[in-house]
């Protein structure tokens, strides 16, 4: 049987930073309070002419060459994404696929807002096992700023842009394998967080207007609330099905949406503070670039070994949810 294995890791963030300082004279706020409220002290934000596959190519690159995987054995590309390049079509992934220059590939893109990572996993996982491909490249990539309202202090303080990328390849070694990843939804929660505008629902009230109508659009405190219930049960389920116990996790990688809630899922898992990955203060929250991003941000700075067992855990709009049990299983 073919096992699924996380062999390597990419990201990259756009050059400009965009501080709690910066946005203090863009809306009513305060570098104290986004602190104290999310842990975020600044985020990066892509030029003008700079595309979310662009990011997701320069992250894919180096998840690429960290594998050893040739660009021609690379049969399948899925991107996460909640704002691609074009809307409805082409596909991220297929520009992401002709930019990297590979040839002969399944690419699709799939849309679970910031738990579209482990989604993405998911899927490699199970077309891996099924024998149906062998080295699939996942990335989540996002260019949130193209669709917040940086007159929105409830939600332009939160979102930032960047992109990270895996290679998830066929092994024979069970010791290697993506242990389980579980995924879930619930569209009774689909107004909590939203870009309400730009879709069929809304096509003849939009069609024609500004690009502002397409802005996301959240209930943060309502989020709030869920995505501790929701995350804290998330991640107990996995371990408790996988007979794993939070000490046996050497890194906890969850959604970084804000450091709150964090520490509050943490807390509940009895984790220590050097178990749990924050990335949130420099990088603030990515949708679904989060959790590559963060797991990229171990690796180089040389936390991450071979062997190592990660818990990835995230939420986000639709709502969605999801968390993975995985090794890190780089070829040397
Ligand atoms: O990634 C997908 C999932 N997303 C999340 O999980 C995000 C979840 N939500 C959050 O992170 C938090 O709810 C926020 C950071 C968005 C907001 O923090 P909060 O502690 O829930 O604040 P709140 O919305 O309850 O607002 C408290 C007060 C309000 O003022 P009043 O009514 O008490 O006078 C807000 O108007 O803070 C005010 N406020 C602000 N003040 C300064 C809201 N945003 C800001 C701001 N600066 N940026």
């Known amino acids: 049987m073919a096992y699924a294995a996380f062999r390597s890791i990419g990201a990259y963030v756009p ?3 965009l501080t709690n300082e910066d946005l203090s004279v863009m809306v009513d706020t305060t570098d104290e309070w986004i602190t104290k409220r999310t842990g975020i002290k600044e985020r990066h ?18 998840a ?8 021609e054995d690379i049969d399948m590309i899925i991107t996460a994404t909640i704002s691609p390049d074009y809307f409805c079509m082409p596909s991220t992934a297929t520009i992401i696929s002709t930019k990297l220059g590979l040839k ?49 202090r409830g939600t332009c303080i939160l979102f930032g842009d960047g992109a990270g990328a895996a290679m998830i390849c066929a092994t024979e070694d069970k010791s290697e394998a993506i242990i389980d990843v579980h995924t879930g939804a619930d569209g009774e929660y689909a107004d909590l967080l939203m870009t309400p505008n730009g879709g069929s629902g809304s096509a003849h009230d939009t069609l024609g207007q500004e690009a502002s ?22 991640v107990k389920e996995i371990l408790a099905d996988n007979d794993i116990a939070s000490d046996d996790i050497i890194h906890f990688v969850p959604h970084q949406a804000n450091y709150r809630i964090i520490k509050a899922v943490g807390d509940a898992l009895k984790l220590r503070e050097e178990q749990v990955v924050l990335t ?49 299983s780089p070829n040397n």
């Open 213 to 234: 109508s397409c802005f996301m659009q959240m209930k943060g405190n309502e989020t709030f609330k869920v995505a501790v219930r929701t995350l804290t049960k998330d």
């Open 64 to 71: 690429i060459e960290r594998s050893g995987v040739a660009l």
């Open 280 to 328: 949130v203060g420099k990088f603030g929250n990515t949708s679904g670039a989060s959790i590559p991003m963060a797991i990229n941000d171990i690796y180089e700075s040389g936390k991450l070994k071979k062997g190592e067992l990660m818990l990835l855990d995230a939420f986000g709009g639709g709502l969605t949810w999801g968390s993975a049990l995985v090794p890190f």
């Open 45 to 62: 934000i892509a030029a003008k002419d700079e595309y979310t596959s662009d990011l997701g190519v320069k992250a894919a690159q180096k």
């Open 15 to 17: 050059e400009k930073i």
């Open 104 to 152: 002969n590939v399944t690419a699709f893109d799939i849309s679970a807002a910031c738990t579209g990572f482990v989604y993405i996993l998911s899927i490699a996982k199970a077309f891996i096992e099924s024998g149906m491909k062998k080295n699939i490249l996942i990335i989540g990539a996002e260019k949130l700023s193209a669709i917040t309202d940086y007159t929105d």
